[in-house]
């Protein structure tokens, strides 16, 4: 185990509100937190962070104010801890603590250059690649309340901006969503459209939204994990987070001004984010929607536990190589094969615990990216996607069996996945699946397939698909 860094390698009393990072948890912490931590170290500077919570977290926020804004990363691998103590935050701020406007006029300050977000694929009230204007948060915003969503909050904060004669910021998403730089372009631009034409045009002019691939397993906290936290440092921080080792943040480069130093803290900038986005998309979190379903029907509790069965961890190399694999164009420096392998073996980190159950929520808003989008593909290409299909089969038999996970569409999934053909239930519901896919002859009878073959059990199910594939 290694000891924390001590001292600061960087004057935490020079650190200024630079940075508002919305959606403020535990990845913010274990991810672009840690590059901030990195880039300072090795080169100074003034780049402060306000954490900063919509909804739930008051009390999260109030921990980190008690530990003067400082916690601790963990990094743990097989018997090896790495403990590192984090200083970059300089505030934080919740509008059910300091009020609805504390945020807007936060984003309104003239050293304010920087919006992180890690708000979930929720967050963003998009459908079908654009603002959602049904969406009943973005209805109440526009009508003139108190902005309660991330984009509402956004978009609030940028027309005080412009009120105030200064000049636009970068908006930087860190979710796990395709071309995230564009559809939060789109959310924002769409949200300032319906309000106000004038503004909209301005953030078009002076906002920049560039689009980055965030990559770190980071589990939610359990007793055992602070537990791991406690050994190696010698006392309880109730703030500070547990993850995998590997970290990778590839980021458009295209900011307003000069970006805080994430590339000297080890992040990459580049031109394009899509081919390492997508690989990342399908790849890593496609293999972990599919565990998330199939493993828990088999009774399993965490990807390491799926890892140990090793009829499913072929089934998940199978999924990677065999179908999501030939849907990509990767960079050139990319070895698919070997980055398959490596994911393989960062899903066997038994240190982290990794529940089944917690990447499971909110399944109905991954899906398209992670699922849909390569089975498109691959039935343009006229390639067989059995362990898609298996995915899919293993949601649905999930809703029926499984406790209920959070979603925002579980009402209508559930009483769905109740009907007499639950495959087509499910899948037709509306804006879901997309409609060239759903109308395709083979998507369902493909996903149906799969429901048949797991009603003889989720080993039998996988038994039959590496049959399938290898054949």
């Given at each position: 185990?290694?000891?924390?860094?001590?001292?600061?390698?960087?004057?935490?009393?020079?650190?200024?509100?630079?940075?508002?990072?919305?959606?403020?948890?535990?990845?913010?912490?274990?991810?672009?937190?840690?590059?901030?931590?990195?880039?300072?170290?090795?080169?100074?500077?003034?780049?402060?962070?306000?954490?900063?919570?919509?909804?739930?977290?008051?009390?999260?926020?109030?921990?980190?104010?008690?530990?003067?804004?400082?916690?601790?990363?963990?990094?743990?691998?097989?018997?090896?801890?790495?403990?590192?103590?984090?200083?970059?935050?300089?505030?934080?701020?919740?509008?059910?603590?300091?009020?609805?406007?504390?945020?807007?006029?936060?984003?309104?300050?003239?050293?304010?250059?920087?919006?992180?977000?890690?708000?979930?694929?929720?967050?963003?009230?998009?459908?079908?690649?654009?603002?959602?204007?049904?969406?009943?948060?973005?209805?109440?915003?526009?009508?003139?309340?108190?902005?309660?969503?991330?984009?509402?909050?956004?978009?609030?904060?940028?027309?005080?901006?412009?009120?105030?004669?200064?000049?636009?910021?970068?908006?930087?998403?860190?979710?796990?969503?395709?071309?995230?730089?564009?559809?939060?372009?789109?959310?924002?631009?769409?949200?300032?459209?319906?309000?106000?034409?004038?503004?909209?045009?301005?953030?078009?002019?002076?906002?920049?939204?560039?689009?980055?691939?965030?990559?770190?397993?980071?589990?939610?906290?359990?007793?055992?994990?602070?537990?791991?936290?406690?050994?190696?440092?010698?006392?309880?921080?109730?703030?500070?987070?547990?993850?995998?080792?590997?970290?990778?943040?590839?980021?458009?480069?295209?900011?307003?001004?000069?970006?805080?130093?994430?590339?000297?803290?080890?992040?990459l900038l580049v031109p394009d984010v899509r081919p390492f986005e997508e690989m990342k998309l399908r790849l890593l979190n496609g293999a972990?929607?599919?565990?998330?379903?199939?493993?828990?029907?088999?009774?399993?509790?965490?990807?390491?536990?799926?890892?140990?069965?090793?009829?499913?961890?072929?089934?998940?190399?199978?999924?990677?190589?065999?179908?999501?694999?030939?849907?990509?164009?990767?960079?050139?420096?990319?070895?698919?094969?070997?980055?398959?392998?490596?994911?393989?073996?960062?899903?066997?980190?038994?240190?982290?615990?990794?529940?089944?159950?917690?990447?499971?929520?909110?399944?109905?808003?991954?899906?398209?990216?992670?699922?849909?989008?390569?089975?498109?593909?691959?039935?343009?290409?006229?390639?067989?996607?059995?362990?898609?299909?298996?995915?899919?089969?293993?949601?649905?038999?999930?809703?029926?069996?499984?406790?209920?996970?959070?979603?925002?569409?579980?009402?209508?999934?559930?009483?769905?996945?109740?009907?007499?053909?639950?495959?087509?239930?499910?899948?037709?519901?509306?804006?879901?699946?997309?409609?060239?896919?759903?109308?395709?002859?083979?998507?369902?009878?493909?996903?149906?397939?799969?429901?048949?073959?797991?009603?003889?059990?989720?080993?039998?199910?996988?038994?039959?698909?590496?049959?399938?594939?290898?054949?």
């Amino acid at each position: 185990m290694t000891a924390p860094d001590l001292p600061f390698p960087y004057d935490r009393a020079a650190l200024k509100p630079r940075i508002l990072h919305l959606g403020f948890g535990a990845f913010g912490r274990a991810h672009p937190m840690v590059y901030l931590h990195h880039g300072l170290s090795a080169q100074g500077g003034d780049w402060g962070v306000v954490a900063a919570r919509l909804n739930s977290g008051v009390a999260e926020l109030e921990a980190l104010d008690a530990a003067e804004r400082r916690y601790h990363v963990a990094e743990a691998d097989g018997e090896t801890t790495t403990l590192r103590e984090i200083g970059v935050l300089c505030g934080t701020c919740h509008p059910a603590r300091d009020g609805v406007e504390a945020l807007p006029q936060l984003i309104a300050t003239p050293q304010m250059a920087v919006i992180l977000l890690t708000i979930t694929e929720k967050g963003y009230c998009t459908k079908g690649g654009a603002l959602d204007l049904d969406h009943p948060g973005i209805r109440a915003d526009l009508a003139g309340g108190p902005p309660s969503t991330a984009i509402g909050v956004i978009v609030a904060g940028l027309a005080q901006r412009r009120a105030a004669g200064l000049g636009g910021l970068t908006i930087l998403s860190c979710d796990n969503q395709p071309h995230n730089g564009a559809l939060t372009r789109a959310a924002v631009l769409g949200f300032a459209e319906a309000l106000d034409a004038d503004l909209a045009q301005w953030i078009a002019a002076e906002v920049r939204f560039p689009s980055s691939m965030v990559d770190r397993i980071v589990p939610a906290m359990t007793e055992e994990s602070h537990a791991v936290i406690r050994e190696a440092l010698g006392r309880d921080d109730p703030n500070a987070i547990l993850c995998e080792p590997f970290r990778q943040w590839v980021i458009e480069e295209d900011f307003v001004g000069t970006p805080p130093p994430f590339a000297a803290g080890g992040a990459l900038l580049v031109p394009d984010v899509r081919p390492f986005e997508e690989m990342k998309l399908r790849l890593l979190n496609g293999a972990h929607t599919t565990l998330a379903w199939l493993g828990q029907l088999k009774g399993h509790e965490t990807v390491a536990d799926c890892m140990g069965d090793s009829a499913l961890r072929a089934v998940i190399r199978q999924l990677m190589l065999s179908e999501q694999a030939p849907t990509l164009t990767l960079p050139e420096e990319i070895g698919v094969e070997a980055y398959a392998e490596e994911l393989l073996k960062r899903f066997e980190n038994t240190r982290l615990k990794h529940r089944l159950a917690q990447i499971a929520c909110d399944s109905s808003q991954k899906m398209p990216q992670r699922l849909f989008a390569p089975i498109a593909a691959n039935l343009v290409a006229g390639r067989d996607w059995p362990v898609s299909a298996l995915a899919l089969a293993a949601w649905i038999k999930g809703l029926q069996d499984l406790p209920p996970i959070d979603d925002p569409r579980q009402a209508d999934l559930r009483a769905a996945a109740q009907d007499s053909d639950p495959v087509t239930a499910v899948l037709s519901l509306p804006a879901l699946v997309p409609a060239d896919l759903l109308a395709h002859p083979d998507f369902l009878t493909e996903v149906r397939a799969a429901y048949a073959a797991l009603h003889s059990g989720p080993t039998e199910a996988n038994a039959s698909i590496l049959q399938k594939v290898q054949a």
